[in-house]
């Protein structure tokens, strides 16, 4: 198993090699697995699945210790890097996020996000001047710890719908380009975009740029090719595979319980399939 520096070496020199970086985001150790044996070089966790799957709601409901035990283990079990969703840094002030990037690290990630949404204040977005202190902060912390830590600085006007289109744009080019020269490796613009938009995003932020391939509950709109031509540089998916496996555990236990029916084996996993996938994995690991 690659070390910690490895990984995040790894992780880091993508952002500035060709190619597009696509990053499925996994929720517990077995969807990990599946996610690295099917030949991603990195995979992302998401905080609303993990969430989910601890039968609570999104936006920081769980503690930040259990959220950095759970991608813990998950970074440990694969050999590829991980970065995870450790949402809004789990604190107001600037010393909360540089301490939660540091027990990134000390928990074997390659990288975070960190998002400027007032998780506990609704549809707020943190100060411009404090967002940008918070991943100044974070960026430090991990020149301090010696690891090329990926942060991927997340900005919600988008998702917030702060206000009409312009204003959401320009407020969401302003602080990505902000965060960015704070220090941040990449920007994460959630939302759901046209592709004129992603374009323009892409051309007016001066780095990297990370936005969801998916929303739950929507169709995806564009391709892995088609979001390359548009110049974005990450897509990452969310949550939205977890409630998608969410919504057909709930559609084939309706049937279960309506028809009488078990109709639900296409696809599965066969007993054998996954003990030998998880075997594999487990003496990667070992």
């Given at each position: 198993?690659?070390?910690?520096?490895?990984?995040?070496?790894?992780?880091?020199?993508?952002?500035?090699?060709?190619?597009?970086?696509?990053?499925?985001?996994?929720?517990?150790?077995?969807?990990?697995?599946?996610?690295?044996?099917?030949?991603?070089?990195?995979?992302?966790?998401?905080?609303?699945?993990?969430?989910?799957?601890?039968?609570?709601?999104?936006?920081?409901?769980?503690?930040?210790?259990?959220?950095?035990?759970?991608?813990?283990?998950?970074?440990?079990?694969?050999?590829?890097?991980?970065?995870?969703?450790?949402?809004?840094?789990?604190?107001?002030?600037?010393?909360?996020?540089?301490?939660?990037?540091?027990?990134?690290?000390?928990?074997?990630?390659?990288?975070?996000?960190?998002?400027?949404?007032?998780?506990?204040?609704?549809?707020?977005?943190?100060?411009?001047?404090?967002?940008?202190?918070?991943?100044?902060?974070?960026?430090?912390?991990?020149?301090?710890?010696?690891?090329?830590?990926?942060?991927?600085?997340?900005?919600?006007?988008y998702l917030m719908q702060l206000g009409n289109a312009k204003t959401n744009f320009a407020e969401s080019v302003k602080r990505a380009n902000a965060y960015l020269a704070a220090g941040a490796t990449s920007a994460f613009v959630p939302g759901a975009l046209d592709a004129d938009t992603i374009r323009q995003l892409a051309h007016e932020i001066d780095g990297p740029m990370n936005v969801l391939g998916a929303l739950?509950?929507?169709?995806?709109?564009?391709?892995?090719?088609?979001?390359?031509?548009?110049?974005?540089?990450?897509?990452?998916?969310?949550?939205?595979?977890?409630?998608?496996?969410?919504?057909?555990?709930?559609?084939?236990?309706?049937?279960?319980?309506?028809?009488?029916?078990?109709?639900?084996?296409?696809?599965?996993?066969?007993?054998?399939?996954?003990?030998?996938?998880?075997?594999?994995?487990?003496?990667?690991?070992?």
């Amino acid at each position: 198993m690659p070390s910690l520096k490895q990984k995040a070496k790894r992780f880091s020199a993508m952002h500035s090699a060709p190619g597009i970086i696509v990053l499925p985001n996994a929720w517990d150790i077995g969807s990990a697995v599946v996610m690295a044996d099917a030949g991603f070089p990195a995979i992302a966790t998401t905080s609303a699945g993990v969430a989910f799957a601890h039968g609570l709601p999104d936006g920081e409901r769980i503690t930040k210790e259990k959220m950095l035990e759970i991608v813990a283990a998950i970074a440990a079990a694969v050999p590829v890097p991980v970065t995870a969703d450790l949402e809004a840094g789990y604190g107001p002030k600037p010393e909360h996020v540089a301490r939660t990037i540091k027990d990134a690290i000390d928990a074997g990630l390659a990288g975070c996000n960190i998002e400027d949404t007032l998780n506990r204040g609704g549809k707020k977005l943190y100060g411009f001047e404090a967002a940008v202190d918070r991943i100044r902060a974070g960026a430090e912390a991990a020149k301090k710890a010696g690891v090329k830590f990926v942060l991927n600085a997340r900005t919600d006007a988008y998702l917030m719908q702060l206000g009409n289109a312009k204003t959401n744009f320009a407020e969401s080019v302003k602080r990505a380009n902000a965060y960015l020269a704070a220090g941040a490796t990449s920007a994460f613009v959630p939302g759901a975009l046209d592709a004129d938009t992603i374009r323009q995003l892409a051309h007016e932020i001066d780095g990297p740029m990370n936005v969801l391939g998916a929303l739950g509950g929507r169709p995806a709109p564009y391709t892995v090719a088609e979001l390359e031509s548009f110049g974005v540089k990450r897509i990452s998916i969310g949550g939205s595979l977890a409630s998608a496996a969410l919504g057909f555990v709930r559609r084939m236990v309706g049937e279960i319980r309506k028809k009488g029916t078990f109709d639900y084996h296409a696809g599965a996993f066969s007993h054998a399939d996954a003990t030998d996938l998880f075997e594999k994995y487990a003496k990667k690991k070992n």
